[in-house]
């Protein structure tokens, strides 16, 4: 698939959201059975940005909030199995940085599950720390990125 062809944007309808959110919860979460909300309570406050195939079915999303007055932070970045490594999450993630240079950002952090790391770096982000341990076995890395205006 031609993934130059393909925007990330918003989901639509709540047939989308409901795409969206399932794709999020079984990447990020369901491997681990982990429980916990499959919506967080500062969606209202995020963009989110969903990648479909053309005939709808969820490639990429991912979400963006602000921090502050001019730092935000990725977070919930998810390909689907079996389409990774074929550009969606670049793609997705140049997204959600347009939309924050268009609120003004200047800085983005996220925090990168380690197998995740070298992705984040190949698109500009610098390690800053180790971080945190998810369900007491994913170690979480703090990465940083300055936007280019
Ligand atoms: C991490 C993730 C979002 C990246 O999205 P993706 O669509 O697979 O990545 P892309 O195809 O856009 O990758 C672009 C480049 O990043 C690098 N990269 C991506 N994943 C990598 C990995 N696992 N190991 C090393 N490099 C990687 C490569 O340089 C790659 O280019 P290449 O395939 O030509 O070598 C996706 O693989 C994913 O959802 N993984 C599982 C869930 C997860 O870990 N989410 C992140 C939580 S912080």
Redesign the pocket.
Known sequence: MNTLALTPREPRDPTEWERYYALRWR??RAPWQADGPEREDDEDDSVHRLLCAPDGTAL?VGRLHRLDQRRGQIRF???AEG?????????LLESLEQAARELGLQQLI????E??V??YQ??GYELVEKSFLLFDRIQHYLMRKHLEA
């Open positions: 990447i990020l990429a970045m998810a390909v389409e990774q490594r074929k550009g969606y999450g670049s793609v996220l925090q990168a599950r197998q995740a070298p992705f190949q698109r």
